[in-house]
């Protein structure tokens, strides 16, 4: 099968984390992700699942990890397939998180080699003595679990209320220029991060 009748499906994950610790080490926090696919020949992606939820007393940076490993787990169970013999399907993983340091953590965790994700031993990390140690072992489970079904996997940071950064005036011209490059993600960004917010409120509230 020529290179040019194989098919394509990319897997696009939003995802984000809140808890309003307002100095307190544990408070009650949410989470959300949002995955979109993009099938062969299709010219935009479609919303296939919205995931939310909180916990009493937790913190951001839980928040955030346990968005992505939610959306890791979702993706790999409902819309990675693995080809069958004789079958030739591309497929891309690209999950955007707003916090720099989970991006560089997953960075640092796996090996980027000709664009695919390979996960280091679970030893190394824990000589590496990163915190939240049970959800990144968990998302590199499942990175590992994804890893032999996709061609690429990316993970990128995404600024956080993109539009508010937009209308403040005392930005440089280059950081503008790079955040209307970006302008595609806002309204997802925009979405996972009520939704955390949502969750979040919710658990205040019991």
């Known amino acids: 099968m020529s290179k040019s009748n194989t098919e394509k499906r990319i ?19 949410g989470w959300a992700y949002i995955i979109l696919v993009k099938e ?14 909180g916990e009493d007393n937790t913190t951001s940076q839980r928040m955030e990890l346990t ?6 787990l979702k993706a790999n169970a409902s819309y990675l ?19 720099k340091a989970n991006a560089g953590i997953l960075r640092k965790i796996c090996k980027d080699s000709d ?33 032999c079904k996709v061609d690429i996997l990316t ?19 280059k950081t503008k220029s790079d955040l209307i490059k970006l302008a595609v993600h806002f ?5 996972v991060d009520a939704l955390a917010v949502q969750a979040r409120e919710a658990i ?3």
Request: glycine share 8%; aromatic share 6%; proline share 4%.
């Open 11 to 29: 897997i696009r994950i939003y995802t984000d984390g809140s808890a309003n610790q307002a100095g307190k080490t544990q408070a009650p926090g």
């Open 40 to 53: 062969n020949g299709d010219n935009y992606f479609i919303a296939k699942k919205v995931g939310f939820d």
């Open 67 to 72: 968005a992505i490993k939610e959306a890791l």
């Open 81 to 99: 397939k693995k080809p069958k013999d004789g079958q030739k399907k591309e497929q891309i993983v690209e999950l955007f998180t707003d916090l």
């Open 115 to 147: 664009g695919v994700c390979q996960i280091e031993k679970k030893e190394h990390l824990k000589q590496l003595e990163y915190e939240n140690l049970d959800l990144l072992n968990k998302i590199l489970e499942t990175i590992r679990k994804i890893e």
């Open 155 to 173: 993970v990128e940071w995404i600024p956080g209320h993109p539009e508010k950064r937009m209308n403040d005036k005392s930005i440089d011209a």
């Open 187 to 191: 309204p997802f960004i925009g979405i």
């Open 204 to 206: 205040e509230e019991k």
